[in-house]
């Protein structure tokens, strides 16, 4: 097995990764904003743990064992910090990986120094598995950093996770690397088709712009949907009593000569066909929406990210019930047994966010092995 030269190119790389500046500056720029949001988290977690003691105060024991656990709201939990902060890891972190790839490859060729390394008894495969490695190790090393920094924050303000958040926090810094590598991939694959580093970054932002734009904008658009899936049924024709935001139906307009109302059974039967039309549009809307956005990293990363830190509100997003309280009580009472519940509705996230990867790295590695160099 060739190792030797791999070993080589990958701490080479690794050590050129965590002495440029450009890694410096964004490593930097992540930690301020890790910072910044899990203070801000802590601060709010602690007031959110004061009311909710308050409330299980007030509450004699008889009462709490007849009230269902949503009535007092649920234990808050530090890891709503950590969403919070998931959104913003979307926009610095695929900066990072971008930036850390796009010219891995195309560097070498402007310098020459590609051609000089090949002439080494070197094979192909082992320098571009080797700047792979190097590029995933310094990744590591930076969710590494942000990670220790996130549990000292919270330390400081007294916040001592438990068995369930620590793993959750520790997913959630996997999560965050796949991301970042997502985008490093699609780089070091932008690296090996452009001529030179310019264009490699311009590939590279155009496919940045159409995963985390283009994408979702498609996705969400109306006249997308209505071409692809058609028209949204239309409401029967109906006469209603407006109770404030509800009404109630009192008849059905029927094209006929005598243009009497229709009779009540007319009425039932018209809105289930309604009723009936409108979830079979409504569950095609959902399933081309959720089948485009499995082209984006940032969705996929955005959909886990608030499955881990926020079960809750993740499963009351996956459910056709919506936000109902009796939903929730049937849940199990820690984060991860709520998020194994989720994970057959997250199995297309989580294989998107390991296909996506894999993908641009393998077509990068045919490119650069297939590639004429002189």
């Known amino acids: 097995m060739r190792t030797q030269g791999l070993r080589v190119i990958a701490a080479k790389e690794f050590r050129d990764h965590i002495r440029s500046r450009r890694f410096h500056i964004l490593l930097a720029i992540f930690l301020v904003i890790a910072t ?29 064992m007849e009230m269902k656990p949503a009535y007092f709201g ?5 890891l709503s910090a950590f969403f919070k902060m998931s959104m913003l890891i979307v ?24 051609k000089i390394l090949l002439s080494h008894p070197v094979y192909r495969d082992e320098v571009i598995n080797g700047k792979a490695l190097g590029g995933i190790a310094a990744i590591a090393l930076a969710m590494g950093i942000v990670l220790a920094l996130s549990f ?20 959630f810094g996997g999560l965050s690397f796949l991301l970042i590598f997502s985008y490093f991939a699609i780089a070091l694959f932008m690296s090996t088709i452009a001529k030179d580093s310019s264009n490699a970054l311009i590939y590279t932002l155009i496919i940045f712009i159409v995963l985390s734009t283009l994408i979702p904008a498609i996705a969400t658009n109306e006249s997308v949907m209505n071409a692809v899936i058609g028209e ?29 109302p229709a ?49 809750r509100l993740a499963v009351s997003i996956h459910s056709d019930g919506g936000f109902g309280s009796d939903m929730n009580d049937d849940l199990p009472e820690s984060g991860l047994g709520i998020l194994a519940t989720l994970l057959g509705d997250l199995a297309k996230n989580i294989v998107a966010l390991f296909v996506v990867p894999a993908a641009f790295f393998g077509l990068a590695w045919i490119r650069f092995m297939r590639e004429d160099i002189r």
């Open 232 to 260: 949204p049924p239309e409401f029967p024709n109906m006469e209603r009593i407006y109770y404030g935001d509800t009404f109630a139906v009192t008849s059905v307009e029927v094209s006929s000569s005598t243009d009497e």
């Open 263 to 311: 009779e009540t059974s007319e009425i039932d039967r018209a809105w289930e066909e309604y009723e009936e039309k409108s979830r079979a549009y409504w569950e095609k809307r959902r399933t081309f929406n959720d089948a485009v956005n499995l082209l984006s990293p940032a969705n996929n990363y955005q959909q886990m990210a608030m499955a881990v830190t926020n079960p």
């Open 74 to 78: 649920w234990k808050p939990s530090i």
């Open 152 to 171: 000292a924050v919270i330390l400081i303000f007294g916040i001592v996770p438990d068995l369930d958040e620590s793993i959750r926090i520790l997913l």
């Open 91 to 114: 926009t610095v972190g695929i900066i990072l990986g971008c930036a850390m790839g796009f010219d891995l490859i195309s560097r070498e060729k402007e310098s020459k120094s590609l």
């Open 36 to 64: 910044v949001g899990l203070i801000d988290g802590s601060v709010q977690y602690n007031k959110q743990i004061e009311d909710y003691n308050e409330r299980l105060a007030e509450t004699s024991d008889d009462d709490m």
